[in-house]
């Protein structure tokens, strides 16, 4: 059996490519997905479908980032006098996730409808025969433009938290590392091994400030493991799973003159853009510290 086709993860290269022509790979039934990736989507249900593509721009769920939302639009065939015999089929992109079956390929979970409400019934029954069930068909994806760009402030206030904090107490906390994060609208903190004081609060919001106002650069760069031990940073090389979909190197993101982190998310291009970043609190428990903030919308 053929081994399944990864989808390239176009936003990767490009974080402000909001729109992008692919072609579909397959489409089927939610139902039909299989029982560890029906898991993946909790609100997964009978009217839903799951689309893949070669390429995507939609961010999957994963790095504390949610994952983004959008269409998928396939255009309908032309009668032959310059218009078409019907509404272009639209796919409702809800949710987005990587594949725990298929290596690398990316799932997009979401329902068809139809360009205008009158057709909207019929769109949804046969949209996915309508232009998305025939492999090779041309779509057009496009992201929810005001969700990706909060998604992209919130991650990168997230790495700017975080190299605050280890500016400021890696060597006063002992055994001090960061952890993991999350960077959901409602629930973004950064934890680290140590206990950090909740004195702490007033310093890590300052040191926060002067990042978010210096805009320092924000950079995408692909490393293998020599230019992480070369920069001096052996102790953040990933290993070979979280290598990106046909990548041979590690994508990083650098805050320029702060942090470098292995990074799979999507970000502003300075750190300004981030806008007002505020540490809500510290949170300690069983010998780990949670900082968590939030990101004026």
Known sequence: MAAAARTYLAFHHNAKLFRLKTSIVSTRPF????????????????????????????????????????????????????????????????????????????????????????SASASASNGAASGFQQPGASVEQAVDVEKRVYYSRLHTAGHVLGAAVRHLVMDKVEGFDELKASHFPESAGCEFRGTIDGAWKPEIQKKVDEYVGRAMPVEIAFWDADEFRSAGL?????????????????????????????????????????????VRKIARSKGVSRVSYTVKP
Not at 240 to 267: D, M, N, Q, W
Request: glycine fraction near 12%.
């Open 234 to 278: 052996e102790r953040l090389i990933p290993d070979s799973s979280f290598l990106a979909p046909g990548e041979t190197k590690f994508r990083v993101v650098k805050i320029v003159g702060a942090e470098v982190y292995p990074c799979g998310g999507t970000h502003v291009d300075s750190t300004d853009l981030c806008g007002e970043t505020t």
């Open 31 to 118: 139902a039909a997905l299989e029982e560890a990736n029906r898991q993946l989507f909790k609100d997964g249900g009978d009217d839903d479908h799951v689309v893949i593509t070669a390429e995507t721009i939609f961010h999957p769920q994963g790095g504390g980032q949610p994952s983004d939302q959008g269409t998928m639009t396939a255009m309908a065939a032309d009668n032959g006098n310059g218009s078409s015999a019907a509404p272009d089929t639209v796919f409702e992109v809800r949710a987005v996730r990587m594949d725990a079956v298929h290596d690398g390929q990316v799932l997009h979970v979401g329902r068809f409808v139809a360009s205008t409400p009158a």
